[in-house]
């Protein structure tokens, strides 16, 4: 039982437009950007899954729009799968794509998800506790497992978790059973959040590739039937044009709302202790990780200008 990596990379960056443009003169979307240094944030990503998982491995999930940005990004063979969708259905169409290509390869494969966006500044200890968690869900394939952190501030505009019973202790971190999500609460509510001890979402989550598939048969069927179809097109030359087709009749689904808040599987966290995060999703966040962790880069004197 093998584990798989999965770097989502289909987004568009919408609220760090501006800070882009400003930066470096185009409207590219964010995790296509050197916004934190030599790398792109998808670079980073890829060279910090890989210090768990190896290349061959990974699977980089895109949308055709972005095809420039990730021939630049991507290594030549042997390096990670690129899965194109022709156009974005939301994150569970992203995730449930990723899972049934992994399983036609690997019907037994453990598979962590990661966004491309984020920052975490101790890499290592953050892919030890994603491979704790592939090892726990290998124990209990019942299970999906996210990864939480303790939150340094009481921000709003995260998704929150809310802790149910200890289940599990890595050697490294506890897993608790989610008791619940909550999702951008108000600024009150995150105050109160902060002070009963729940943790920061991630959205960096480890499950067996057959439990996935499964729960999304059970919560967004109609995405999951036409997903489905695929596995007779995979590595054919009606592929992409398969793609194409069940594209066209997908519905856009939300992976976070409508498949681990359903409830239809367990869900459990994995609380990481004393881990430095960032999910970079407005300029604020960009300019204060940089300044919290001194990352000195050239374009931010001309797009603070």
Not at 144 to 154: A, H, N, Q, R
Request: net charge positive; aromatic share 8%; charged share 25%.
């Amino acid at each position: 039982m093998e584990t798989w990596a999965v770097v989502l990379a289909g987004g568009e960056g919408v609220r760090l437009r501006p800070l882009v443009r400003r930066a470096f003169g185009e409207e590219r979307p964010k995790q296509f950007c050197r916004l934190l240094g030599p790398r792109s944030l998808l670079r980073q990503t890829l060279d910090r899954v890989r210090l768990q998982v190896p290349p061959e491995r990974t699977v980089v999930v895109g949308v055709e729009r972005h095809a420039r940005y990730l021939a630049a990004e991507l290594d030549p063979r042997p390096g990670p799968a690129l899965i194109q969708q022709p156009e974005s259905r939301g994150t569970a169409a992203a995730v449930l794509l990723a899972a049934q290509w992994i399983a036609a390869r690997d019907p037994r494969a453990t598979v962590a998800f990661f966004p491309a966006d984020h920052f975490i500044r101790e890499e290592a200890a953050f892919m030890e506790h994603v491979a704790d968690a592939a090892r726990f869900t290998g124990r209990e394939p019942g299970w999906m497992v996210l990864l939480g952190v303790p939150p340094s501030e009481p921000e709003p505009e995260y998704g929150w978790i809310d802790l149910g019973e200890r289940i599990a202790w890595t050697g490294r971190a506890p897993i608790f059973r989610v008791r619940r999500f909550l999702e951008k609460p108000s600024r009150e509510r995150a105050r109160a959040l902060f002070g009963q001890g729940c943790l920061w979402n991630t959205l960096v989550f480890v499950a067996q590739v057959d439990t996935l598939l499964a729960t999304g048969r059970a919560c967004v069927p109609s995405l999951a039937g036409l997903l489905g179809v695929l596995s007779a097109f995979w590595d054919s030359p009606r592929e992409q044009w398969a793609l194409r087709q069940a594209y066209a009749l997908a519905p856009t689904r939300n992976f976070s709302r409508e498949v681990l808040q359903a409830g239809a599987q367990p869900v459990a966290v994995l609380k990481m202790p004393d881990l430095a995060w960032c999910d970079l999703g407005s300029p604020a966040r960009v300019l204060k990780t940089l300044a919290a962790s001194g990352i000195d880069v050239p374009w931010l004197a001309t797009a603070t200008a």
